[in-house]
């Protein structure tokens, strides 16, 4: 039997044009370059551009890191950019308010549409538009469109895209018969945790996707005992 515990460690990007320009970063590289890295000690050679301006795209817990770090790495303006209200976002309350506490500015109903080139090969600015929210559909919530000519650029030399993060397709796409969903996260009995293939156990965020520590153990302690049912029914034959 095997248990696939891979997570979702692969970043979401918007697929707009200047995403590869250097100085846009995910916030998984942005983080772990400060963090774990250590960027922010004198005498570390860890390469990170410490920008005048940064942009972080996202609303999430993460996105609140990532505009806090920008800023205690000395950033003049960090900017958080979201494409509906703060409402929605779906930052716990508390990190919003951090935020705006430690000097983040918050540009809501805002999507970003290009980064653009300097001219050589670095951000040098976002082309972005403002947004508008339709009522609320059949689920309650509510859709953003774009604003038609609300075009605008932002002066900023660093991009942090911090939009979630999705399962690496390796296993999925080398594993016949391995049933995904739309998301890419593998399918799950939700009792016994185990996939479309026979023996093939999973659980954590490969299945859920970004989600909490707390959640990928329950799964785990889940997915041990259906093994070991398995397989004690397989050899008791």
Avoid at 4 to 20: D, K, N, Q, R, Y
Avoid at 44 to 49: A, E, R
Avoid at 170 to 179: A, K, N, Q, V, W
Avoid at 199 to 212: E, N, P, Q
Wanted: overall charge neutral.
């Amino acid at each position: 039997a095997v248990f696939i515990g891979s997570g979702a460690g692969l970043p979401m990007f918007m697929g707009i044009e200047g995403e590869t320009l250097a100085g846009v970063y995910s916030a998984n590289e942005y983080l772990t370059r400060i963090n774990l890295m250590k960027a922010y000690r004198e005498g570390y050679d860890t390469p990170l551009k410490i920008s005048g301006s940064a942009a972080i795209i996202g609303g999430g817990n993460v996105a609140m890191d990532a505009a806090r770090c920008a800023k205690r790495m000395g950033a003049k303006h960090v900017y958080v950019l979201y494409r509906r209200d703060e409402e929605e976002m779906p930052a716990r309350k508390e990190e919003v308010h951090h935020a705006k506490e430690e000097g983040i500015e918050f540009m809501l109903l805002t999507n970003p549409v290009r980064v653009l080139d300097d001219g050589t090969g670095k951000v040098g600015g976002l082309e972005c538009v403002k947004m508008r929210l339709t009522a609320p559909d059949e689920s309650g919530r509510r859709a953003p469109k774009v604003v038609e000519g609300s075009n605008f650029v932002m002066d900023v030399d660093t991009v942090v895209m911090s939009l979630g993060t999705s399962p690496n397709p390796l296993i999925r796409s080398t594993t016949p018969g391995l049933e995904t969903n739309k998301k890419g996260c593998l399918q799950v009995d939700e009792e016994t945790m185990a996939t479309s293939r026979e023996g093939v156990y999973a659980g954590g965020d490969a299945v859920t996707g970004a989600a909490t520590v707390i959640l990928a153990m329950g799964a785990g302690k889940k997915a041990a005992a259906s093994m070991h049912e398995y397989l004690t029914k397989k050899h008791s034959k």
